[in-house]
């Protein structure tokens, strides 16, 4: 059962060349479908030929995942909490019953806790074992998330880590390293950035990340001043 | 087991190099690998652990020079084989371009329609189980991970075996993903519990005193100190 490979050993190799376009590796491969391919297609039409899976629910799964589940999702369950005193509340005691208020509830998300970002502690999450992630929230991760890199160091050199994605986080901020070893999944509630009070719920969830709800990034203040900037205290 | 997926404090992976606009999904293989694991999964010959103790069992090569949906592709069909949902033999001839007819399963349960299979995603499966037992440990109490090397499915990572923590919660129990993941049913369950460590007692010099790592583990993880 060895699994050959179309582009990804190139992709995640050790020498890895910053070369970003692992589209054009796919496409380079498209003429002769390499073995990978051929073996999802094996695997698809004889479990659609003996009846275990219906093509139609193939479509369904695809369309949920790549159009209703994302992070556009998990920024409203943080704008809400940013404004709604009462909802932050019931988000912090039992985050899977206050997302599923908004709609929001199911596959990967059905143990979940959200942890929140302040002046004293900075928290990011990870899965170092597979890539364990809140689907209903934030949708499928992506590719940085799933990688050795990340895993690796996220738990031994988080400061490394958020360095690179420009985050530097002043010494007296305790940093907490969420690792997802068992079915709890973890949101981060991003601090809300200054100049935002005379926003509406959705002008603010327009401005909550993906990557600040990980941890891996913070909420930006909508066309900030630099001295504004810098007097956020949000830890650079 | 000590596989190649237990990464947690590994060197010499290089940068994150994040991909601000890269699309779900990569490649058209990898959108058809996602749909087909969750909606085989449905055949219930199998459950997520054990889904996640396949992946594992690539060998450590293999594991480190593929990707996250090559390491599915390889739990998938490695999971149809040992659940003798389809035959070695069966994937070698439909990738050879031989479209002999699938052989019937015996029992097959009937495919989920896409309208259950996503009541069902939006049902969810919780892993929590009702239990008389009360827990061994209380909020505060000061726990060592067990230094334990199973050759099996485990969820307490390498790099936290034989260090000590503190109890941060106690969320009840929920199904023990290390026995779980060999296929003998749910069980009782186990306590599971947060547990603090900090980044001195994983690390060691030069870590951080202030950083903390939080991991979720089982009663059968974690000895009294």
């Not at chain 1, 070893?181 to 950035?193: G, K």
């Not at chain 2, 590994?10 to 999904?25: A, C, L, W």
Request: glycine share 8%; aromatic share 6%.
């Amino acid at each position: 059962m060895a699994v050959k490979t179309c582009g990804s050993i190139a992709r995640m190799s050790s020498d890895h060349h910053h070369h970003h376009h692992h589209h054009d590796s796919g496409s380079h491969d498209e003429p002769r479908l390499c073995d990978t391919e051929l073996r999802v297609r094996a695997l698809e039409s004889l479990l659609v030929e003996k009846g275990l899976v219906d093509p139609a629910a193939l479509d369904a799964i695809i369309e949920n995942y790549e159009t209703r589940v994302g992070p556009r999702n998990g920024a409203r369950v943080v704008a809400k909490a940013w404004t709604d005193p009462q909802y932050r509340q019931r988000l912090l005691e039992d985050a899977t019953s206050a997302i599923a208020e908004l709609g929001f509830q199911g596959r990967q998300g059905e143990h979940t806790q959200v942890v929140v970002n302040d002046e004293r502690v900075h928290n990011l999450v990870v899965c170092t074992l597979c890539s364990c992630y809140p689907w209903p929230t934030l949708g499928l991760p992506p590719t940085w998330y799933k990688s050795a890199p990340y895993r690796a160091r996220a738990v031994s050199d988080p400061r490394g880590v958020l360095k690179e994605f420009g985050l530097r986080i002043p010494d007296e901020v305790e940093i907490r390293v969420w690792d997802s070893t068992a079915e709890m999944r973890y949101l981060v509630l991003p601090r809300r950035p200054a100049g935002t009070e005379d926003l509406d719920e959705e002008a603010l969830a327009a401005l909550v990340t993906r990557d600040a709800m990980i941890g891996v990034g913070i909420v930006e203040s909508p066309n900030p001043p630099e001295a504004a900037r810098r007097g956020q205290g949000d830890g650079r | 087991m000590n596989g190649a997926h237990d990464l947690g404090g590994m060197h010499g992976f290089g940068p994150i190099d994040p991909d601000p606009n890269e699309p779900i999904f990569a490649h058209e293989w990898e959108r058809r690998c996602f749909a087909i694991t969750l909606a085989a999964a449905f055949t219930k010959r199998w459950n997520l652990d054990m889904s996640r103790h396949a992946r594992e069992r690539m060998k450590p090569d293999e594991y480190l020079s593929t990707g996250y949906y090559e390491h599915w592709l390889h739990g998938l069909e490695t999971l149809l084989v040992e659940s003798g949902l389809i035959s070695v033999q069966e994937i070698e001839a439909r990738m050879r371009g031989d479209l002999s007819r699938a052989s019937p399963v015996p029992d097959a349960p009937a495919a989920m329609n896409a309208d259950q299979v996503l009541a069902a995603f939006a049902q969810g499966s919780s892993v929590s189980v009702p239990t008389e037992r009360s827990p061994r440990f209380r909020l505060g109490d000061r726990v060592r991970a067990r230094n334990h090397h199973p050759i099996g499915h485990t969820r307490l990572p390498r790099y936290a075996r034989g260090r000590c923590g503190i109890v941060r919660e106690c969320r009840g129990a929920h199904i023990f993903a290390d026995t779980n993941a060999q296929g003998l049913g749910k069980g009782e369950g186990e306590h599971l519990y947060n547990v603090e460590f900090t980044a001195e007692e994983l690390w060691g010099e030069g870590a951080v005193a202030r950083d903390v790592v939080r991991l979720d583990l089982w009663e059968p993880h974690l000895e009294s100190v």
